[in-house]
């Protein structure tokens, strides 16, 4: 074998480089058709195995979103964070408790955003509730002194002005556009002593509808509310809930205090028309019916022998009637065990429900109602009134 080697050497040597050059040559074929490269996807198509997936290239795209995603969190944070105040009650508010007379309530705190530079500011309704002056403090330390200037009448909102021009304004997104399992960022003042704290979540549902009650006992039923697992703790109500882009999409304003990390934001496209009717008018003003109604169920249909499963039947509640006296429900001939079932084309559903559907009007809009009546449907005009303050 000896002899056979030394006689033959250079033609083995050469057998030996062709092997290595073979082998690797075929390592690099084999990386270059599973790669999603250009020549690998050619590569594949033309040998007919196009539902090959590369495996390297997929490794650096996850490292990469992971990568992106934090730092869009980190960058939605500094946009939004100048914007971000938070809100404390100047004094102790004295408020009438049934069974007590007067009494002073301790200081309430909260956050909130501003939204014009010249000082207009964005918060829950609770927030500044038996108070009006309160002190505002910017992302810079700066205080001001705050007044309550419009309140939502049907929603957990309110405006409050301080004065100062140049202020850094947040940036409105649109709440119609989120979707179920979004990143987004909750940024308040935590506990009324954290301020700017910042958790992170997803939009866990919309269309949520809530009750919830502040520390004076008063409470709102409140629907069309964004759901998240962000952390919103004491302190945070009024302040942002924001995309990946840094944009507003919601303003925190309650929890689920049964539960964990389930939280409930008002969509910001309500404040936009709030702010809407402020700049017009001065005022936040709603549209009105005058009618109280429990909303319909299944369970709601079955236990009361409804001929629907959907829609909003007029009820009383107590000595308050069905249908207010002299409201534009009464001015179009809405009874007492009517159900509602649309507003123009919009059924009323549980997650649609007629509050709901009546904020995307005006005061003064014109709307058609459907309505069943001992069995018969009816078509009622009726022309919105309007609440505001």
Do not use: C
């Amino acid at each position: 074998m000896r002899e056979l080697w030394q006689k033959n050497r250079p033609l083995f040597l050469i057998l030996i480089g062709l092997t290595v050059a073979v082998s690797v040559l075929a390592t690099l074929g084999a990386l270059y058709l599973l790669s999603d490269t250009t020549f690998g996807k050619s590569l594949r198509d033309r040998l007919g195995l196009a539902n090959l997936q590369g495996f390297n290239i997929e490794t650096t795209r996850v490292d990469r979103v992971v990568v992106e995603e934090s730092s869009a969190i980190v960058d939605a944070t500094k946009k939004i964070g100048t914007s971000v105040v938070s809100i404390t009650s100047s004094g102790a508010a004295r408020r009438e408790i049934p069974g007590f007379g007067t009494i002073e309530a301790p200081q309430t705190s909260g956050t909130g955003f501003i939204v014009t530079s010249d000082g207009l500011i964005a918060t829950n309704k609770h927030v500044v509730r038996g108070s009006q002056t309160f002190t505002v403090t910017t992302a810079e330390g700066k205080t001001f002194d705050g007044k309550v200037v419009a309140t939502d009448p049907t929603n957990d909102l309110a405006l409050i002005k301080i004065e100062e021009r140049g202020l850094p304004v947040a940036d409105l997104g649109d709440s119609d556009r989120v979707q179920v399992g979004q990143w987004v960022i909750a940024i308040g003042n935590a506990l009324g002593e954290l301020q700017n704290t910042v958790t992170v979540g997803v939009i866990s549902a919309k269309e949520r509808s809530a009750q919830p009650s502040d520390s004076s006992g008063q409470s709102e039923s409140l629907d069309g509310l964004l759901q998240t697992d962000a952390a919103i703790n004491p302190g945070n109500s009024g302040g942002p809930l924001v995309n990946l882009s840094g944009q507003v999409i919601g303003i925190n304003t309650a929890i689920a205090g049964n539960a964990q990390n389930i939280g409930f934001a008002i969509p910001v496209n309500d404040l936009k028309k709030d702010l809407d009717s402020y700049s017009k008018t001065g005022k936040i003003l709603q549209p009105y019916m005058g009618v109280r109604y429990q909303t319909i169920t299944k369970a709601v249909a079955k236990a009361s022998n409804l001929p629907v499963q959907e829609g909003a039947l007029l009820i009383s509640l107590g000595r308050l009637p069905a249908v207010t006296p002299d409201s534009p429900a009464a001015a179009a001939g809405l009874k007492e065990d009517d159900i509602i079932t649309k507003i123009n084309n919009d059924k009323i559903t549980e997650s649609l429900p007629l509050a709901r559907l009546i904020r995307r009007y005006n005061p003064n809009d014109q709307v058609t109602l459907t309505v069943l009546r001992n069995g018969s449907e009816l078509r009622l005009e009726l022309t919105l009134g309007e609440l505001g303050r």
